[in-house]
């Protein structure tokens, strides 16, 4: 069996190294650490039987050239790289596990909110440039979060808040009124959301649906001292409008770990002084790469039986 792992995370972590050459002896890691375009990336996987991919785009062009794929493992959460339907076509199972780095994000999401509320990202910026700002920011206890999307993530981020004791609205298309009620959440709707919320934190998939759900018509109706948070995917805020809100007054800040171009080449966008911009860790933890990577290991494990 030829099992070919393209995530530079999963292939340089020592630990996955050993549990996957435990299995799989012959198994071909990512070791230089590549960031593959298309024509790579068919090159470098089309012998391959079973795959471990994390964000590496497998669509219908690839798989065409994959004619012994048999399995892809999914390292990470998200399956919007992986084109399902091309799969399903070519009867090519996929491995998956959600929820393996919910509070890896969920931690993010809380560090975003604290360092806004506290005023530290702009107040460490301002002193590494000789700025003495004493302005100590507002207490993030008892402010209003707005959480869409309320899946592993989303629930993880609310028992995380619970201490800070902040009202917290809601919105799904899943009814869950009875965990909303244990927890004391507030269901509705994501005009209602934008308009009351002090952070708005997105935790949403990303697909036709969720793509630039968030524009500058939502930023409108949000408070000028609001916040805005994406630790989930690239393109479910506007990134052009964000750039004009954040440059315009129309929010306080934004606090972005995921991007449609990655990495981002907008310079522009990535120096405002309002914008926390981080190279997708949301979910690189130690804990969580582990975890994901243990979890795409047994998903080839049960599929070869081993």
């Avoid at 491995?95 to 107040?123: H, K």
């Avoid at 206890?141 to 999307?149: A, D, E, L, P, R």
């Avoid at 809601?170 to 965990?179: H, L, P, R, T």
């Avoid at 975890?291 to 998903?299: D, F, T, V, W």
Wanted: glycine fraction near 8%.
């Amino acid at each position: 069996m030829k099992i070919v792992a393209t995530s530079p995370s999963f292939s340089k972590n020592k630990i996955l190294q050993e549990e996957v050459y435990k299995y799989f002896p012959e198994a071909k890691l990512n070791l230089d650490g590549k960031r593959f375009n298309q024509d790579e990336l068919i090159e470098y996987i089309k012998d391959a039987e079973a795959l471990i991919v994390g964000l590496e785009p497998v669509n219908e062009e690839v798989l065409q050239h994959c004619k012994n794929l048999k399995i892809i493992s999914k390292y990470g959460v998200g399956l919007n790289n992986i084109d399902k339907e091309a799969c399903k076509k070519r009867g090519i199972a996929i491995g998956w596990t959600g929820g393996v780095n919910r509070l890896s994000v969920a931690e993010m999401a809380l560090g975003f909110m604290l360092m806004f509320s506290r005023n530290l990202f702009m107040t460490t910026n301002e002193l590494k440039s000789g700025v003495w700002n004493k302005s100590g920011g507002f207490q993030l206890s008892g402010k209003t979060v707005g959480i869409v999307g309320v899946g592993y993530i989303g629930k993880e981020l609310v028992r995380l808040l619970k201490p800070f004791g902040c009202k917290i609205l809601v919105n799904d298309i899943i009814n869950q009124d009875e965990y909303y009620t244990q927890n004391d959440l507030i269901e509705v709707s994501k005009e209602e959301l934008y308009r009351e919320s002090d952070f708005i934190t997105v935790h949403t998939p990303q697909d036709e649906s969720t793509y630039n759900f968030i524009t500058l018509n939502e930023m409108k109706m949000m408070k000028k001292t609001a916040y805005l948070l994406n630790t989930a995917r690239g393109g479910l805020i506007n990134e052009n409008d964000l750039k004009y809100a954040l440059k315009n007054g129309i929010i306080a800040g934004a606090a972005i770990d995921a991007y449609v171009e990655e990495p981002p080449t907008d310079k522009e966008f990535l120096e405002l002084p309002n914008l926390i911009c981080t190279p997708h860790i949301g979910g690189n933890a130690k804990e969580a790469v582990e975890a994901m990577g243990m979890s795409a290991i047994k998903h080839l494990r049960e599929y070869y039986k081993l």
